[in-house]
């Protein structure tokens, strides 16, 4: 599975939407991007996936670039529930996830 | 909704003793998988099964195994527990052929060896 790059830690102010960045740059065509996010002491959740068009759902959505070297999760109108750890995941279906570090956002009141 | 139980949140254990911890969903998923998570470290696949009697290595399989008797269980056995085995222990399960896959974590089992 191809290998991901987050920053280690963002700030956002609640309300604002929250941007997390993530790079890929050698993902491969059969590849799925996904984003899952940890609560302090919960199990990862899954928010969402694609492939080459951009996605959305009632929690987010998923920018990915043309080239799919890169994607972007919004959270539209970050909260405080929204402090969690996000993994950007990138695999080919029904292989196990990998999970790296991912990016400790941080909301902000 | 899907719900993925693990039997204990909580365990403290001794050195050498054998631990099992117990998996179950509710589902029909065929996909199973059991993590731990440590500080630094992240999260890092020990097995998974894709089916009844079926199991896979993952990253860290060593010290640790695995069995599958029933398609909504999935057991991870520590034969003799040691304290570097101490962390957080998170099952998962998903849907096979199906879509791509999204897991669905349980809450997660700390245990602490001394």
């Known amino acids: 599975d191809a290998k991901t790059t987050q920053p280690t830690s963002m700030d956002c102010a609640e309300g604002r939407a929250a941007n997390l960045p993530c790079n890929h740059s050698t993902i491969s065509g059969n590849e799925y991007v996904y984003w899952y996010r940890q609560i302090h002491s919960q199990g990862p959740q899954y928010i969402i996936h694609g492939l080459k068009n951009n996605e959305t759902n009632e929690m987010a959505s998923l920018i990915i670039t043309e080239d799919r070297k890169s994607s972007t999760l919004i959270l539209p109108h970050a909260t405080l529930r929204d402090t969690a750890v996000y993994y950007c995941i990138v695999r080919v279906a029904q292989r196990p996830l990998v999970f790296g570090k991912g990016t400790r956002l941080s909301v902000i009141a | 909704d899907v719900k993925v139980t693990q039997s204990s949140r909580y365990l403290v254990k001794r050195t050498g003793e054998k631990v099992f911890l117990e998996c179950v969903q509710d589902m029909d998923h065929e996909n199973m998988f059991w993590y731990r998570q440590d500080p630094g470290l992240g999260l890092r696949l020990i097995y998974f099964?894709?089916?009844?009697?079926?199991?896979e290595k993952g990253d860290i399989p060593e010290g640790y195994s695995v069995s599958r008797e029933k398609k909504e269980r999935f057991s991870l056995i520590l034969e003799s527990a040691s304290t570097n085995q101490t962390s957080m222990y998170l099952c998962?399960?998903?849907?096979?052929?199906?879509?791509?896959?999204?897991?669905?974590f349980g809450e997660g089992s700390r245990l602490t060896v001394l």
């Open positions: 998962a399960s998903s849907v096979a052929h199906q879509g791509t896959g999204e897991l669905f």
């Open positions: 099964s894709y089916d009844v009697k079926m199991k």
